[in-house]
């Protein structure tokens, strides 16, 4: 009988031992669990929030007599290039061309065919005038023809 009892006492501490071993594996899971749904948790050094103010700025605004948000000049014909062109492509690519108005329709008419730009209708009249004023072809070469210059002889 003494056998039996050892025996069954050495059960029960295993039994005690697993279940043991079950609640910390249930714990330890549960935890980590929490920590997927909620990663602050374990965090316990608060930082100081910091707030800062950032100002809304109004994407019409013009200063100088430049549209802030694309640096279009601001004059007739300007809110439609900017409902028109900035909705495809960036700003940056009308100001780097410059063109009479001929060369502007042939762009817009290549965009039309290529590039699906939908018909402008009267709106293209509009546009061609704004950026065929605004943004004209320069004439000038790379640089200024050099005058006054002072020749010097080379010394061997």
Not at 2 to 9: L, M
Not at 103 to 125: C, F, S, V, Y
């Amino acid at each position: 009988m003494s056998e039996e009892f050892d025996f069954f006492n050495h059960v029960k501490k295993v039994y005690r031992l697993l279940l043991l071993l079950f609640s910390l594996f249930v714990l330890a899971g549960s935890s980590l669990v929490y920590y997927m749904v909620n990663p602050g948790f374990f965090n316990f050094k608060k930082s100081p929030e910091i707030q800062i103010a950032v100002e809304e700025l109004d994407p019409d605004r013009i200063e100088n007599g430049i549209h802030v948000s694309t640096g279009f000049v601001d004059a007739e014909g300007l809110m439609t290039v900017v409902r028109n062109c900035t909705a495809c492509h960036s700003s940056k690519l009308i100001l780097q061309n410059r063109m009479n108005a001929e060369r502007w329709n042939a762009t817009i008419k290549w965009m039309q065919e290529t590039q699906n730009l939908p018909d402008l209708g009267k709106n293209q009249e509009i546009i061609v005038n704004y950026l065929a004023t605004n943004y004209p072809p320069v004439d000038t070469g790379r640089r200024a023809i050099l005058t006054n210059i002072e020749w010097y002889e080379l010394k061997d």
